[in-house]
């Protein structure tokens, strides 16, 4: 039977939902990229902790699984610290296959917006079995401003 005169043979018809959800067509001017998505993703899943001592900013990220020359540490826009890797999934040996799969593999990042009182030209980045500790000293305080003495002369 020929469903053409139905106007079935549209090239909607032909058309996968992940070539629709792909395509640029649905997309507003305002709406998140794909890449966007990905990067809110690895941040959520992400841990970290963040904590300030008198002279520096200490902060603790999970990275397991990660080797020192897999993480990259770098700052932003001047005031971003971005912490970033990526783990890769085992190599698969011959005969061998997946019972069940839980730990989790691909990207991992985290930003923060760092304070103004930051010194980034002093960031040491440190990783100890799987735990990464970025540590960001703090610009001292100006020292206060003595007063300036005049002396009062007679007229």
Not at 26 to 34: D, F, L, R
Not at 46 to 63: C, G, I, L, Q, R
Not at 85 to 97: D, H, L, V
Request: hydrophobic letters at 35%; aromatic letters at 4%; proline letters at 8%.
């Amino acid at each position: 039977m020929d469903i053409r005169f139905l106007g079935l043979d549209s090239p909607l018809l032909h058309t996968s939902l992940h070539d629709v959800l792909h395509s640029d067509a649905h997309k507003s001017a305002g709406a998140p990229t794909s890449t966007y998505v990905l990067d809110a993703k690895a941040m959520a899943a992400t841990p970290a902790d963040v904590k300030e001592y008198p002279n520096s900013y200490v902060f603790v990220v999970d990275m397991p699984g990660l080797k020192p020359g897999d993480i990259k540490v770098q700052v932003e826009d001047d005031n971003v610290l971005l912490i970033s890797g990526e783990r890769k999934r085992e190599e698969e040996r011959e005969g061998a296959k997946y019972v069940r799969m839980e730990r989790r593999v691909g990207k991992l990042m985290r930003k923060f917006a760092l304070p103004e009182n930051a010194n980034t030209d002093k960031i040491t980045a440190v990783c100890e079995e799987g735990v990464l500790r970025v540590t960001v000293e703090k610009v001292p305080p100006p020292e206060p401003k003595k007063p300036k003495i005049i002396e009062v002369k007679v007229g």
